[in-house]
């Protein structure tokens, strides 16, 4: 734990440090974006999250000098490294910055959000009861991508599990690192603990459920309400058959990544295979007979 600490509070935090820092961040982040290994795994979430970008910001906030130090290295380090995410794969795709144009602007009030963040951050290094104050939002909005990344390794077991895991590892570590006063670290791993807690409980009691139309009634595939459809194998959810728009549609309401195999079958018996390979938010469809 003390070679942690020094992590936070004993580094000679440069500019050029700042920098460089910036420009790995960012173009590491875009690496794991382009990789087709990484999708919808652990590695790719920091292109999409935020909980190591808040480790980023806090190790900068630890090892500032000043509010006002805090403050700018906080901006300058996210200015740097965001459009560097686009900018790196737009270059490597040759998509004449489609990415940065359609994407960065959505981290654009981020980036301005960390000049007060930084500033104000910075406090927690003072040791006193208002920097746990400081910290408790960072802490929530932490344990809201806990949840969120328990309910995605529900889903498709176990992508992202790491994820899950960095979430529960920074929450308890944050406390122990920013304070020295042991009350403070007492009081924040308490805090830390009731969000890891009720935030678990709430992606297990909410399990995820990708909800989707699968399959329309069309010159390949004619079906009606008279039809039933079903899983082979219940545990990847729930299908049934529904009107949208003077149209047959199947419906899933489906609970599990995988390849499965459902049955289309019409009033007289017969039956028709479909394979299905369900991902977290995309699918597709073959029939097999």
């Known amino acids: 734990m003390e070679k942690v600490k020094k992590l936070f509070g004993d580094i000679n935090l440069t500019w050029i440090k700042v920098i460089i820092f910036a420009i790995i961040a960012g173009v590491y982040t875009a690496i794991m974006a382009m990789i087709p290994a990484a999708k919808d795994t652990s590695f790719a979430d920091l292109t999409i999250s935020f909980e190591v970008w808040i480790l980023f910001g806090i190790l900068i906030i630890m090892n500032s000098k000043s509010a006002v130090d805090s403050a700018l290295k906080c901006f300058i380090f996210f200015l740097i490294s965001q459009p560097l995410v686009y900018i790196v794969q737009d270059v490597v795709n040759k998509s004449n910055f489609h990415l940065f144009r359609v994407y960065y602007r959505n981290w654009v009030m ?21 920097g746990l104050i400081i910290l408790t939002p960072i802490l929530v909005f932490l344990g809201f991508h806990l949840s969120g990344f328990i309910q995605d390794t529900i889903f498709s077991f176990p992508r992202h599990i790491l994820s899950a895991i960095f979430c529960i590892v920074t929450l308890i570590i944050y406390p122990l690192v920013i304070f020295k006063n042991k009350k403070l670290q007492i009081i ?9 807690i009720v935030m678990a409980v709430l992606a297990i009691v909410n399990p995820p459920i990708y ?63 479909f394979e299905i390979d369900i991902k977290r938010n995309t699918y597709h469809v073959e029939r097999k007979k």
């Open 110 to 130: 981020w980036t301005i959000a960390t000049i007060p963040m930084g500033f104000i951050g910075y406090y927690m290094k003072k040791d006193k009861w208002w």
């Open 188 to 196: 924040g791993c308490i805090i830390s603990s009731i969000i890891i």
């Open 211 to 273: 909800s989707t139309e699968i399959l329309s009634n069309n010159e390949e595939h004619r079906f009606d309400n008279t039809y039933k459809v079903y899983f082979i194998d219940k545990k990847y959810g729930d299908l049934s058959i529904i009107n949208i728009i003077d149209s047959w549609m199947v419906h899933g309401e489906l609970k599990k990544a995988g390849k499965a195999e459902f049955i289309l079958e019409s009033p007289d018996g017969e039956k028709s295979i």
